[in-house]
């Protein structure tokens, strides 16, 4: 094949001219060896001679360079372009994820909203207007009223002169203790005691193992202690013969009202026990000082009555000796020491039938609770005294 520019032989393969550089381009429908430089343009160009200049063909070839570019230029615009478009349609399916999360958001508040009006909100009743209705009201604001009532009664202060006699009532229980005209001798079910020639307190049993204290003041009783079997105190208090006060054994506070409808009785009973037993005191008095050994019990009721420390004050050493000794004689036995066993032995009740080891092996089912307490009372006491037992 022969170039069409300067005639110079050219291999089939080579696209080039090797002698002016010419491109060849073959025309399918044109045989190489016959085809002219008009045929070869499709009848499009000029015709060119074969002696074009070293010049022109550059230039030719420069024109093709540029067309190239161009051609790679617009294919760099067409592919930035196609990036473009997928740039945009990227930033589309963000807004419309975004979108659908909202969206979703919403719903959920809304119904979050509707299930908790519905189950945790307190749905409003309506206010019955029925006969029955009304009933059921009253009846609440009785309710309240009387738990109103029971909250003033706990808030009930105690009056000045309740506070005098309570003083009144402690400074004479601690001059029991030191003063030595003080006398007490055993009365029926209980004792008497007296300041000098003067009746000042009686202690008796009543029913269930109870026990009351009336305390007295120029022949009139100013206060009262009601003891249950467990030993828990109603305090009660009065004024020339009438009850003024209350405190129970929880100490919440009673008015008088409240006082004389259940402890009324105790008005009446605190001056029997003064009529009594006021005419016995110069012979409680002698008793004390000249100890008789023919006395039967120096604490008649120590076997089921609980005693307390206010019942030993003004007794002698040996007289509470005999009272917590005589708990343990009531039931038989005998003693060690002699001076007890000839007290006893004197003793119209007393029937020594146990040794004191008998006795001892037996000693927790014989006594009852209450000696084995008012023993610890009595104990106690010799204790706190100093007594040498």
Not at 17 to 33: A, I, M, R, Y
Not at 234 to 248: E, H, P, R, T, V
Not at 368 to 386: A, D, F, H, R, V
Request: charged residues 30%.
């Amino acid at each position: 094949m022969k170039c069409p520019n300067c005639g110079n032989e050219i291999a089939k393969e080579d696209k080039f001219c090797t002698q002016c550089g010419t491109k060849l381009e073959v025309n399918p429908f044109v045989s190489v060896g016959n085809i002219t430089p008009t045929e070869y343009d499709g009848g499009n160009s000029q015709t060119q001679s074969p002696m074009q200049s070293q010049t022109q063909i550059q230039a030719q070839n420069q024109s093709q360079e540029q067309t190239q570019s161009q051609t790679k230029y617009s294919m760099i615009e067409d592919d930035t372009e196609l990036k473009g478009n997928r740039g945009s349609d990227g930033k589309k399916t963000v807004f419309v994820v975004i979108g659908a999360v909202a969206a979703v958001l919403i719903v959920f508040a809304i119904v979050g909203r509707i299930l908790f009006k519905t189950f945790i909100t307190p749905q409003k009743t309506e206010v019955t207007t029925t006969e029955e209705g009304k009933k059921e009201d009253q009846n609440d604001d009785a309710a309240i009223k009387d738990e109103s009532e029971e909250e003033a009664q706990d808030e009930i202060a105690v009056p000045y002169y309740v506070t005098k006699l309570q003083k009144k009532y402690h400074d004479q229980v601690e001059e029991y203790g030191s003063n030595s005209n003080i006398y007490s001798t055993p009365v029926e079910d209980g004792f008497a005691r007296y300041l000098y020639d003067e009746l000042v307190e009686v202690k008796c049993k009543s029913a269930g193992n109870e026990t009351t204290s009336y305390y007295y003041d120029n022949g009139k009783v100013y206060k009262a202690l009601h003891k249950n079997s467990e030993g828990e105190a109603n305090q009660l208090f009065y004024k020339s013969g009438s009850l003024i006060f209350w405190i129970d054994d929880e100490g919440k506070n009673h008015s008088a009202v409240e006082a004389k409808e259940k402890w009324q009785d105790t008005v009446e009973e605190a001056s029997e026990m003064y009529v009594k037993y006021a005419d016995m005191m110069e012979d409680a008095r002698d008793d004390v000082d000249d100890y008789d050994m023919d006395v039967d019990y120096v604490l008649p009721y120590s076997s089921n009555v609980y005693v307390d420390e206010s019942d030993l004050y003004g007794l002698s050493e040996w007289q509470v000796r005999i009272a917590r000794n005589e708990i343990y004689a009531r039931h038989g036995r005998r003693f060690k020491d002699q001076e007890l066993q000839n007290y006893f032995d004197s003793c119209s009740w007393y029937r020594g039938t146990m040794s004191p080891s008998e006795f001892s092996a037996k000693e927790k089912s014989i006594l009852n609770s209450c000696e084995k307490k008012n023993l610890i009372t009595i104990s106690k006491y010799e204790t706190s005294m100093g007594y040498n037992r």
